[in-house]
């Protein structure tokens, strides 16, 4: 038996938790399956040179208190940009700018009254403190009931669909009130939003809270995937495909579905059940690297059905091209099922079948301006967060005595994020210490 922790997964939660646990003198291992930290806040070395650039787009919302304490207590606070966000709608073969309330009134695919509807909507989204009382109802019924059909059609079904597909229908009221408050919230006084960002990508933060858990005796084991967790003696066997390892404690930062297939071994079955009800969605995201610039918006929602990718996200109109090699970097994000045929293409494929629609979008576009392009995909990308979804929720107890659940999957009522997988990871880490 061993009194060691065992944290399966090095991404934002499972660092987090390791860095507290080990500050604390416990002896902790993570177990990661990739050869890099930072999990889905993973980045890669563009072909242009300059800084990393993160596989999937990411930026921090003013109001995300828990990373920004962490990185303070890093001494990263220098890093941490704050940039106004340039957003913009894409609709009917035209990009429209919506970063502001006046942009809102402005907005010519509404009518005036619409247009009024959906901003005091998102007003009275902000309002709403007991998220409780919209669980029962799907975000399409609380959507089309704050703002009217006309709103729910041209904003808001396109977002959902473009983000949850097949799933849209179903997807909880709360999530979107979620959004709906996070983006407010964002805002400065003139009601423009305000977005931050690492310089030198998201990576650079989990690269340093694993440099500080090694500093503190924890040991991270990289190209180390978990493939069997079961309980022995007073503790636990972890088994992969380089060995066997035991520890008193184990954390399990992963998809509960994965975990599913690690239990359910010995597991009852009414605990892998619920474990595997949660359904979640794969991302795809091509990036591009760019002559030049695309744009002139950071973060373009798509509200064309025609358009295969919810968002094209331009980093370099967020950050400058300059930290890239000059190098403008713009990706185009597709939330879809695992068995999409979109998801199995090769990564020349994904490009020819993207590019066509990018030209359609930006009629100057050439693929001669396309110096370089990346394809990255995520399996365990996004939730689906259901009507009743705290009913779904796996308990941070796990199937047997000191095996704990911390996913992105049990963040509620707020979706996933890096901020949050710092909270729950700090959380959890508590819990453990308190536990003695
Ligand atoms: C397209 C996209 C855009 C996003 N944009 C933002 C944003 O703008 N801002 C923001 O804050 N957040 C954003 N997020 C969300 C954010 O990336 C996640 O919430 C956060 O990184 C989750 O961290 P995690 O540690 O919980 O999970 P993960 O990052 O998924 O980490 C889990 C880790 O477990 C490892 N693992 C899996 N199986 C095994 C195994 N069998 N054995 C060992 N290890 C294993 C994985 O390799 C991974 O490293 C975005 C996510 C996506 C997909």
Redesign the pocket.
Known sequence: MSDGIAI???????LAAARDLARAGRRVTV????AHVG???GAFQPAGGGDPVDR?????FTSDQAIMTLIDELGLADAVTQEPSLTGVYFANRAYRLSTPLDLLRFPALPLIDRLRLGWMALRARRVTDWRALEGLTAEEWLRAMAGDRVYEVIWAPLLQGKFGAQASEISAVWIWNKLKLRGGSRSKDGAERLGYMRGSFARLAEALAADIRAHGGEIRLN????GLAPEGEGWRIDGPWGTARAGKVIA??APP?VARMVEGWAAPEAVRKLDRIGYLA?L?LVLELDRPLGATYWLNVNDPDFPFVGVIEHTNFQPAAQYGGRHIVYL?RYLPKDDPLYALSDGAVLDYALPHLGRMFPAFRRSWVMGHHVWR?R???PVVERQYSRLIPDAEGPGEGLYLC??AQIYPED??????VRAGRQIAARLLSAG
Not at 56 to 60: Q, V
């Open positions: 399966i997964g090095a991404g934002f939660t499972g177990y990661e399956a990739e999990g889905l806040g999937f787009y990411h930026h921090w180390a995937p978990v493939t930062t992963l994965l991302n995201c994000s995520a365990w990308a996004q996913s992105m996933r994020g890096t901020n949050y997988a």
